[in-house]
């Protein structure tokens, strides 16, 4: 697995947010029905397999609502759980426990279903020397916890923001003219970042290869296609598989002998996992 590893400041302003919006002003069905004073104890407990992230991110949401809630983790991210097992255990006010409850389970379910999503990717990869790569098509706001949960299921990440890598596609192909052309005033700028074409075609890739792309994103072609492209590149830059990489197709895709594969629906179109909050009676 990859590094997992999270900055306090990106689960702080994510938290912030969530909070603000799920409870505004406050809990008024906890602060109605439950007596001042009253405490509660219980587990976070998996109710299906999956690949854990986001414990810290819970443990969060219950320090910003009441730094006196006990959270106590029994498994770390990264970890590969049956249903049953105690994530973590919670114990303290019960107004308090009530009112973060559902923030704690959106971003932990969330998490993990990105972290199990990908492990079955890099399962179905493993043996090709293909690695898998995450995208963009993230969620507005929670790129850096999305792209966290990723490295926890083993995937490894592609760009974080626009400005840390430059990645040529077809739009910008079509205002430059060509492919070639995109690459030669790219590597021009000189802004120090590589430079990734998209190609569609064999004809692409042979023009962006001559323009001198540092590696070339082989969008949609199949795998016939792929391994033409492989036999053409010849080991020079680093080849990226991208569109109709799903998870029945991904491992022939590996198998083609490119370098990576990169899958939107990791971060973007999850089975669900199932995590409840159970409280000791």
């Known amino acids: 697995m990859t590094d997992p590893t999270l ?3 990106d689960m702080d302003e994510v938290v912030a947010r969530a909070l603000a919006e799920d409870v505004g002003t406050g809990d008024a069905t906890t602060r109605a029905t439950i007596h001042e004073g009253a405490r509660l104890k219980g587990t976070l407990r998996a109710r299906g397999p999956m690949v854990v992230a986001g414990i810290p991110v819970a443990e969060t949401v219950f320090r910003h609502i009441d730094p006196d809630v006990v959270f106590e983790a029994r498994v770390s991210d990264g970890d590969t759980i049956q249903a049953g097992t105690v994530m973590a255990g919670v114990e ?3 107004e308090s426990i009530l009112t973060a409850e559902r923030t704690a389970l959106n971003l932990l379910h969330l998490l993990s279903a990105i972290a199990t999503e990908t492990r079955r990717y890099v399962d179905a990869l ?3 020397g293909c690695t898998l790569l995450d995208t963009r098509k993230t969620l507005p706001g929670l790129r850096a916890l999305s792209k966290y949960a990723v490295r926890c299921g083993g ?3 592609h760009r974080m923001r ?3 890598g430059i990645l040529i596609k077809d739009n910008h192909v079509a205002v430059a003219g060509s492919v070639g052309e995109a690459v030669r005033r790219a590597k021009a700028a000189d802004t120090g970042l590589k430079v990734q074409a998209e190609c569609d075609t064999m004809a692409q890739v042979a023009d962006a290869l001559e ?3 540092d590696s070339l ?3 949609n072609m199949t795998n016939d296609q792929l391994r033409e492209a492989v036999a053409l590149v ?3 830059i680093p080849l990226e598989a991208s569109g109709s990489v799903r998870l029945d197709t991904v491992r022939a895709i590996g198998e083609t002998g490119v370098d990576y594969a990169s899958v939107g629906a990791i971060t973007q179109s999850l089975p669900p996992v199932d995590i409840g909050l159970d409280f000791e009676a």
């Open 155 to 157: 995937g490894t990440n």
């Open 217 to 219: 994103l082989l969008d």
């Open 211 to 213: 323009a001198g792309a």
């Open 162 to 164: 626009l400005d840390d």
């Open 234 to 236: 010849a080991g020079r």
């Open 7 to 9: 900055s306090q400041q």
């Open 126 to 128: 493993e043996g090709t």
């Open 92 to 94: 303290g006010p019960a």
